[in-house]
Structure formats: structure tokens, C-alpha cells
């Protein structure tokens, strides 16, 4: 392979498959881009931002506090007649990152939830950062794709306190390992759990149930067949979700009310035992709808959690769990539209390995179809703002200027609007609107860029991906600042 075919190689490895180059990149991998992208691909995962962030057990707690004062709140007020104005529900009050207020200590519970809120933006900021400043771009892209597959979001509160320690303890050590334990992971995390209301659901014929008026929610098994794993095409049904959601029933965080045994909970039992699993993770025996279930016509008999761990474990290893994750992986690094045979390469790594997630993305780095010159897909706007960091050498120090920036151009942090996760294609980002939000902030951000030669930007960020009239468009600008916003809103930074 001649200099000029390594060193273009060396652009794509760093700006296709990972978040963009910094400074001196594109050169340092040069000597090698496929063995650059292979030597992250490892079996501890992709990296974690630093900071003292806290555990789930530790976000379980404070959220169990922010409870108790919330609940000792209501019961004056209810004495007091206030009963008939009451608040509402907390899954509706809804987060979204958004920024600090001043602390009212009159009010315990607005501040625990600002404390709840504060940490979660600190988190996303230390996100942002480590993705405008790692080495490992492949690693960070490859743990981002599987963060928005398993999309739990902060448009609830609930879930939205838990995002950090989600990504850091069920996502990014497992993005590189079994799919089947990735899933696992991500669907017991209190995250995913209070986000599709699992930890509501209650089986009908339960101890529990019987109990109470409470009915069977089935939200989580409707998303994990529709969205993480088979998908429509293989053709399951109404009774799939409802004996599925059956079978899930069970699945849920500590709670005050839990005994010692379960972690953080505290009090006496009420409901039965519950038992204690991995990062805030708790199965209750008693709001389990007893029974054996039938799902894509294979049968699961009772075996209280085992039932549904079988049964996503089944979904997790099904045929056409490969061949939809394997187009979704070439439509996200490659183009909108994938050649077929990277498609097929793909589903073949994911099939013979039996969803080992490195095979996958050993795959697709050694698929000729994925190393094209051309660059095809538009970024998002966070790829957009942690790439210009990147080309930059900077790295973003506030989280609201972050969060403005994300929000003016569409993509909320950590807020996608449905399960489905964020959009991957170029009609969703690239509208008329988006893009003159984009160019605002890239004059926003090219006014405070350090004293550096806009020329000597470009290339190092796009090495031979820069085209000549782009080239010609940033060296002849009539200002710094205006040489950078053209090489920002160039067709070859804005595409990757």
C-alpha cells in the first residue's frame, strides 16, 4: 500500500469509524489505521469518562431519598386540605438536563432533585469531554451506536438521574463482549427499568396483584421485541408482548419498603423478598405472574426470573436479531443506504460467533466496502460539536453552553424522544433549520478558537479528505474566524 493510500486510510479510520481527528492524528495513525481500530476492540470495553461519579447503588439510594422527602412532603399537606391541588406525577414533570437553579432550603425536596440534576449534567459533561479528547475514537463511536440502541432517556426524571451509571456499568464494558450480555445488562438497569416503567408492572394473579389493583405494563417487552432485539420481521404478536411482559414481571429497583437484604432499601417487607442483583437491579417474587409462557412459539416454563432472562437470552441469540443489527451497524458507520456485501459480511461475523460483538466490529473493519473514500454520513450534532473540539484541540469546560448548543441544533443531551433512540440518517439532520443552527454555532465557536492557522486546521482534521475548493475557500477567507466557520460547515467536516 503506497504513503498516500495509508495516509487517506488513516482519515477514515479516524473520522469515519471514530470521532474525528485531533491534532497530529490523522499522521500518528498512519502507519497503520486498521491495526489503530483493532487495537481497541477489547474485551474490558470501551473507556469511562473520570470523575467521581456514583454507582447505580449509590444513585438508588439518592433517588430512594429524594422519595421519602417527596412523600414526607405530601402527608402535611394532605392534613393540611392541600390534597385537593396535587402534584404531579413524576413522569411527567420530566428532567432533560436541565441546568442548576439556586437551592432553596426551605424546600428539601427541590433541593435533592437539583443535587440529582447537577450530578447528571457534570456526568454528560465529562461524556463530552473524554469523546473530544480519547484516543480511542472507534471505541467511544462503537460504545455511543449501542448507548442510543438500548435508548433509555432523560425526558423522564426517574431514568434521567440514572443515565451516567448506565452507560458506565451496563453499556461500556459489554460493548466488545456476548450481545446476549450486553442486553442483559442494559435491560435490569434501573435506567431502562423506570424508563419503559417496568419497575411498575405487576402481574395480575401475583401475591401482589391479587392484592391490589395493579395491572401488567408491558412496555419493556414490547421494545426489547420491537427495538433491541428480533424486530418486526420475525413476526411476533400481540401474544408475544403480553406473555413476554408476563414472564418480565418481577423486574424492578429497591424500594423503601424492601428489607435489608435487598441493598439499599430499608423498612420491613411488606410484599415478600426480594432479591438483590448486579448495579440496582432487584427481582420481586411477589408481583411475578406465576406460570409457564409461550413466546415465538417456544415454550419457558415457570422458573420465576430465569423465565424472562431465557426468554431474552432466546431473543438476544435469534437470527434475525444478526441480520437487523448487522444492516443498523453498516447504515450508522458507513452510509445511509449500505453496500449489501458489508451488510452480509456483517450478519456472517455476528452468526458464526454466536453475537460476539468484537467479531462484529473485527468485521466491519476489515470490510473493503466500509473503507470508501467518499464521506456519506452527515453527523449529529453532538458528533458535530465533539469533532470541531477535537479539530481544535479544546475540549468543552461548561455544561450549558454544551447543552444551548445541543439543544438549538435539535439534539437534546441524553434526551432522545423515543425508544427508538436518535435518528442515523441524513434527512433527519441535515433540513434547512439544522443546518443554519449549525452554522451559528460554528461562528460561535471559530470567534473563540485559540490562535491557530485555519489552513493547518483543516488538514490536519481531514488530511487528504480536504478538498481543493475547500481548501481554496478556507486559505483565501477574509478572517480567521471566517476560515474557520468554512471549514466547519465544509461538506467534508460535516460528513464523515
Known amino acids: 500500500m503506497s504513503q498516500d493510500s495509508k495516509t487517506l486510510n488513516a482519515a477514515i479510520a479516524v473520522t469515519r469509524f471514530g470521532m474525528g481527528a485531533r491534532p497530529g492524528e490523522i499522521d500518528r495513525v498512519g502507519a497503520d489505521p486498521r491495526g489503530w481500530l483493532e487495537a481497541q476492540i477489547r474485551p474490558s470495553g470501551a473507556p469511562v ?23 414526607d412532603r405530601r402527608i402535611p399537606r394532605r392534613e393540611a386540605g392541600a390534597a385537593s391541588q396535587p402534584e404531579a406525577p413524576e413522569a411527567l414533570e420530566g428532567m432533560a438536563m436541565q441546568g442548576p437553579a439556586e437551592p432553596s432550603p426551605a424546600d428539601p425536596r427541590r433541593e435533592s432533585r437539583q443535587a440529582l440534576t447537577r450530578t447528571a449534567n457534570a456526568a454528560f459533561l465529562a461524556r463530552a469531554r473524554l469523546g473530544a479528547t480519547t484516543p480511542d475514537g472507534f471505541a467511544e463511536r462503537w460504545a455511543l451506536f449501542w448507548a442510543n440502541h438500548f435508548t433509555a432517556s432523560a425526558t423522564k426524571f426517574q431514568s434521567a438521574i ?47 396483584g391479587q392484592r391490589r389493583n395493579a395491572g401488567l ?28 411482559a408476563r414472564a418480565l414481571t418481577g423486574w424492578s429497583i429497591p424500594a423503601p419498603r424492601d428489607g435489608a437484604g435487598a441493598g439499599p432499601g430499608r423498612g420491613r417487607a411488606r410484599v415478600g423478598a426480594v432479591a438483590a442483583g448486579r448495579n440496582g437491579f432487584v427481582y420481586r417474587p411477589a408481583v411475578h405472574e406465576p406460570g409457564a409462557r409461550t413466546v ?42 449500505p453496500p449489501p456485501g458489508l451488510v452480509t459480511a456483517l ?69 432522545p424522544p423515543s425508544p427508538e433512540g436518535w435518528p442515523d440518517t441524513a434527512a433527519d439532520w441535515a433540513g434547512p433549520d439544522a ?30 479528505r480536504l478538498g481543493e475548493r475547500t481548501r481554496l475557500a478556507v486559505a483565501r477567507a477574509e478572517s480567521r474566524p471566517e476560515a474557520l466557520t468554512l471549514f466547519l460547515m465544509s461538506p467534508e467536516f460535516q460528513r464523515r
Do not use: C
Not at 217 to 241: C, K, P
Not at 297 to 321: C, F, M, S, V
Not at 369 to 375: C, L, M, N, V
Not at 441 to 450: E, H, N, S, Y
Open 435 to 464: 443546518l443554519v443552527k449549525r452554522l451559528d454555532w460554528a461562528r460561535t465557536a471559530a470567534a473563540l478558537v485559540p490562535d491557530v492557522g485555519p489552513s493547518d486546521v483543516a488538514l490536519s482534521a481531514l488530511g487528504p
Open 162 to 208: 440514572f443515565l451516567d451509571a448506565y452507560e458506565r456499568e451496563a453499556i461500556r464494558p459489554h460493548v466488545f463482549g456476548r450481545f446476549e450480555t450486553l442486553t442483559l445488562a442494559a435491560e435490569q438497569h434501573p435506567a431502562m427499568l423506570l424508563y419503559l416503567d417496568q419497575a411498575q408492572s405487576i402481574g395480575p394473579n401475583s401475591l401482589a
Open 296 to 337: 415465538l412459539g417456544r415454550p419457558y416454563p415457570e422458573t420465576g426470573l430465569g423465565q424472562g432472562e431465557a426468554i431474552l437470552k432466546d431473543l438476544a441469540n435469534h437470527p434475525e436479531t444478526g441480520r437487523r443489527l448487522a444492516r443498523k451497524i453498516a447504515v450508522h458507520f458507513v452510509a445511509d443506504d
Open 347 to 415: 450478519e456472517r461475523a455476528w452468526t458464526t460467533s454466536g453475537g460476539d460483538l468484537a467479531g462484529v466490529a473485527r468485521a466491519l473493519v476489515a470490510a473493503p466496502e466500509a473503507w470508501g473514500p467518499a464521506p456519506a454520513k452527515i453527523k449529529t450534532p453532538y458528533e458535530f460539536v465533539v469533532s470541531a473540539h477535537r479539530a481544535f484541540g479544546s475540549e468543552p469546560r461548561q455544561p450549558q453552553p454544551l447543552r444551548q448548543a445541543l439543544v438549538a441544533m435539535g439534539q437534546v443531551p441524553l434526551s
Open 217 to 244: 405494563n408491558e412496555n419493556l417487552a414490547r421494545e426489547i421485541l420491537e427495538l433491541h432485539t428480533v424486530g418486526s420481521a420475525a413476526g411476533y404478536s400481540q401474544a408475544d408482548v403480553t406473555e413476554f
Open 49 to 71: 469518562a473520570e470523575g467521581p461519579f456514583p454507582s447505580s447503588d449509590d444513585q438508588v439510594r439518592a433517588y430512594l431519598a429524594y422519595r421519602q422527602v417527596s412523600q
